[in-house]
């Protein structure tokens, strides 16, 4: 248990939510490094719901944001520490310069501010100098080597639980308010999420006893020589209370029986460890897991809780159950090859007595007296497990988990006597549901993976389906946490505890004696099949369901083969307005399932008739019916380059060149001759009065016989030309005379070329 002041303890026996200013307290405060540090009080916290075990820590805290004051903070892995208590008016001293000062001691400052500070780490104050108080919740100042925190008004007392860390964080806007929920989660949880990165098995010959390897899975040092699991995570600190020792955790070595798989989370480690010895663990304030050995028997309790009596703690309601030891005897042994091989064996003896249930543990051993303590542990360990107490009592400031504690009921008589194992604090703002809530509620017990079968089997004689039974059985480790809250739920229903649920079953009458609600109505067994609402078998039918905004009912009639048509329906496709994607197409343009790419009327057999064209299977394509059929033009609406026209010619070069029956006609235009290469070596063109062939080359005649003239050859001037050069004559040449058929023969020479 956590310890408190005197004045706190009286404060909250018999205590609840009365209404006084400041009566019940409760806040947050939230950092991480290199962040500013925010804490709220409940002027901003509306809600907090804390769960504690020692393998799990959650929380759901509600933080006010009408003031939109929350909306540019991202709390995501945060440090957050929840703390609960009252304003009980205690007087607090003054700040004294150059003083030892011890962590949890509260000051206030000389000259009073209202507010008072929490010492967080131990030291001495200043020699001379006042620190300059902060009065923001939660900020911390150094003074000397004193670190203070503001810790709220003068005449608060609160008590700090385990820190969290914030794993997710939302914005809820309703019609009323405006919230930022903070969803926390424990060290436990956290190491949940550490998985194993690679993986070791220990020697046989390996030293390491249960504690230490504890301590190195908490500080992320365990390793097989080869490997280390869990190096890149951050360290918890591991701490042993006094009188943690139970005779095994320092002494037994767990050696090749202990290793750890590819993603295997560190809290399965440690919990795997502790089950070998009778030691439990819990997270306290300081943030490190503590390692103790709990009371379990004795008069002397941690706190006890009677109903109705002023000097003790109260509590609103309990539930009792007597549970059956299932395992009820714990044989452990050596391995068949080990040698020389131990074992030994502890019972739960009036569980045993009425039905022996045993579970063997296979582990290296050192002698019997090392195995028979280790299943006396085991056995310890289900016990306390099958604990079955629950009760809602004020807050307890002070309570943590594994505390021995007591209720005694004078209404029913009777007393229960237990660890506890589960914590849930409440704590509500009025305004939330005009009633407000400063309580908690604390249960002795937990289901383990051994005793899970045994709640199976309960849950079957319970109604539960079998496949559930199934998941239980095949997934026990994953389902503990789980199924504990079941079983919790079954304790609370069973008394009706849980606002705005009732165990019909436990009631005169059944649903037909419960009215319909403004949002909920009842509907006729009959009127249910196979999880659905029959409407045919209701009064009515959909026709007496209006249309909503947005679905609508179908005329049956209109509904075939599992498609509306639209032809009985009011209107037709014409009524429908064409969408982004789709749009509809005019009947005639649609022939013999194809779309024409015009709107005129089809030709039928033909592929495509309109405007002079015609594309089919006969005629392949045929142009008619317009001068300019096929045209070339460089752009839609330029000038036209070529056409086939109607009269049977191709024109080209805008018309300047014709190709018809005639031949092939140029006009204004030069033929350019060039050899392969792409080089110009002559033309022919015509002039105004004449026909020009032109070379800047040699004009070369070549024929097979005879090359012809059939006109005169003249010079351009008289005299001014010859036929032949000097270096390159001809050898002699015929000449036939205008009006003679002699011909003369022209001799080589001077004659001919000169």
Known sequence: MRKLSATLL?????????????????????????????????????????TEQDDNGISEVLLQNSDLAL??????????????????????????????????????????????????????????????????????????????????????????????????????????????????????????QDKAESA???????????????????????????????????????????????????????????????????????????????????????????????????????????????????????????????????????????????????????????????????????????????????????????????????????????DYVKFTDGRQEDTRIGNVQYIQRNCKAPEIDGVGAFNMTIRFGRVNSQTIGALADEAYGAGIPQWIIDIINTQSDDILALFENWEMLVDFLNLGLIPGSVLLTSLSGDLDDIDDGSNYAKVLATDISAGHVLLTEVTGDLDDIDDGSNYAKVLATDISAGHVLLTEVTGDLDDITDGTSYGKLLLTDISSGHIKLTSSTAVVGEWYDESGVEIDATHGINIYGTANALTTRPTKTGTIQCYVGADGKIYAGAGAVILDSGGLTFKGNVIYFKNDAGTQRGLIYGGASYFNIYSGQNIVLDAGDTVMLEVPIEPTADGGEAIGQADKQFGYGYIKRTYADTLTKIPVGANMYQ
């Open 200 to 402: 070791m098995v220990l020697a046989s010959d390996d030293t390491e006893t249960v504690k230490d390897l504890l301590t190195d899975v908490g500080d992320t040092s365990l390793t097989d020589g080869t490997n280390t699991p869990y190096s890149n995570y951050s360290a918890v600190t591991v701490t042993y209370d006094t009188g943690y020792d139970d005779g095994i955790i320092d002494d037994f070595i767990p050696a090749d029986y202990f290793s750890v798989g590819v993603n295997e989370n560190r809290d399965n480690k440690i919990k795997e460890l502790l089950n070998l010895t009778g030691c439990k663990r819990r997270t306290e304030y300081d943030g490190a897991i503590h390692i103790l050995q709990p009371t379990t028997t004795g008069e002397t309790y941690d706190y006890e809780y009677r109903l109705a009596v002023a000097t003790y703690h109260t509590f609103f309601n309990k539930a009792l159950r007597n549970r059956f030891i299932n395992p009820n005897k714990e044989v452990v042994k050596s391995h068949s090859s080990h040698s020389p091989a131990y074992s030994g064996s502890a019972t739960s003896a009036t569980s045993y007595a009425l039905s022996p249930k045993i579970h063997t543990t296979i582990r290296r051993l050192t002698s019997n007296e090392q195995a028979a303590d280790i299943a006396a542990a085991i056995i310890e360990r289900y016990e306390l497990d099958a604990e079955r107490g629950l009760g809602v009592v004020p807050m307890n400031c002070g309570q943590e988990i594994w």
């Open 71 to 192: 909306n540019d903070i991202n709390f995501e892995q945060y440090q957050g520490i929840i703390s609960t208590g009252y304003h009980t008016g205690v007087t607090r001293s003054a700040w004294v310069a150059d003083t030892e000062y011890a962590v949890d001691d509260v000051v206030i400052p000389t000259t009073a501010n209202g507010y008072q500070y929490r010492c967080v780490t131990a030291g001495t104050s200043h020699a001379s100098t006042e620190p300059t108080w902060g009065t923001a919740l939660g900020v911390q100042q150094d003074d000397g080597t004193v670190t203070w925190e503001m810790d709220g008004y003068d005449g608060d007392e609160y008590s700090p639980t385990a820190p969290l860390k914030v794993d997710s964080q939302e914005f809820i806007s309703s019609e009323t308010k405006l919230v930022c929920r903070l969803y926390l989660i424990g060290i436990p949880n956290q190491l949940r």
């Open 10 to 50: 009286a404060a909250q026996k018999g205590a609840g939510v009365t209404g006084a200013a400041y009566e019940a307290l409760w806040k947050i405060v939230l950092s991480r490094s290199g962040q500013t540090t925010s804490g709220y009080d409940r002027s901003r916290v509306k809600q907090i719901q804390h």
